[in-house]
């Protein structure tokens, strides 16, 4: 968990370019896709690190906003993957 909240925090310095914001935009959401797995297992939930990380998640509302369009995305893709027409 400690790599994935070190991902998620760690800041752009100002002055960098736009290539940088973008970098770390895109390894904020790996990390979050890579949380919302986590969070399928059983019982992961219950792991203190894991509560702890999803609720200074929830806390940050960039990070909050990032995971929630993950989990939107990943439960339309379910959806579209279980149709059995």
């Known amino acids: 968990v400690e790599p994935l909240r070190a991902t998620c925090t760690t800041k ?18 790996s990390a979050m896709r890579a949380v919302a797995a986590l969070l399928t297992i ?27 369009s993950i989990q939107k995305d990943s439960s339309s893709t379910n959806l579209e993957s279980m149709d059995t027409s």
């Open 42 to 68: 059983p019982e992961a939930e219950k792991s203190p690190l894991m509560s702890e990380f999803q609720s200074q998640i929830s806390s940050n509302p960039e990070l909050a906003a990032i995971f929630e």
């Open 12 to 29: 752009v310095k100002a002055n960098s370019v736009k290539q940088e914001f973008e970098k770390q935009d895109e390894l904020k959401r």
